[in-house]
């Protein structure tokens, strides 16, 4: 497996590495970051686009990440991409499941079944070939139980020199 590593929000900068190579995804979670916070990460990094890989992405709770509302502001105030991509998210019945009290392991033996099903290192080569570096958003503050962490092993396990960064 490649390399992971952690960029605090006091440190963004550290998350840019001109000596690094091409291939590098990102991973951010926005739940307790203000806009001011999450671009602070993005934009040192040099993020080019936002891989949206939330199942649910139009809640009233998601405030400045509501689909069409985080597509409008990444493309036009920093010119960054945005695809939304809920072939990469969990179905609602595992998703449902875990939010319901299910464990964290089963939750994640679910999913990993369902990242085989759909063929997701592919959509990873699809990703990775169309941007320098690409980022999955997803909800959670931190990646540790986050299926966005899930699926980027996924892509770091079946694709070559790919190395995470979570910010």
């Not at 890989?53 to 960054?80: C, M, P, W, Y």
């Not at 990703?127 to 503050?141: D, F, K, T, V």
């Amino acid at each position: 497996m490649g390399q992971v590593d952690r960029c605090s929000s006091s440190e963004p900068t550290a998350c840019m590495d001109h000596a690094l190579p091409a291939r590098i995804l990102y991973t951010i979670g926005y739940t307790r970051k203000s806009l001011r916070q999450f671009m602070g990460l993005l934009l040192p990094a040099g993020v080019d686009a936002i891989i949206d890989v939330r199942l649910r992405n139009r809640s009233q709770l998601a405030g400045f990440t509501k689909q069409d509302d985080l597509a409008f502001l990444l493309r036009e105030g920093f010119g960054i991409e945005y695809e939304h991509r809920p072939d990469l998210a969990p179905t609602a019945e595992i998703l449902d499941a875990y939010k319901a009290g299910g464990t964290w392991s089963a939750y994640e033996e679910s999913l990993l079944r369902l990242l085989e099903q759909r063929h997701v290192t592919s959509i990873g080569q699809h990703i990775i070939s169309r941007y320098q570096r690409p980022c999955l958003l997803c909800a959670e503050p931190a990646p540790d139980h986050c299926h966005r962490r899930l699926v980027a092993e996924w892509w770091q396990n079946y694709l070559p020199d790919l190395r995470l960064i979570h910010l």
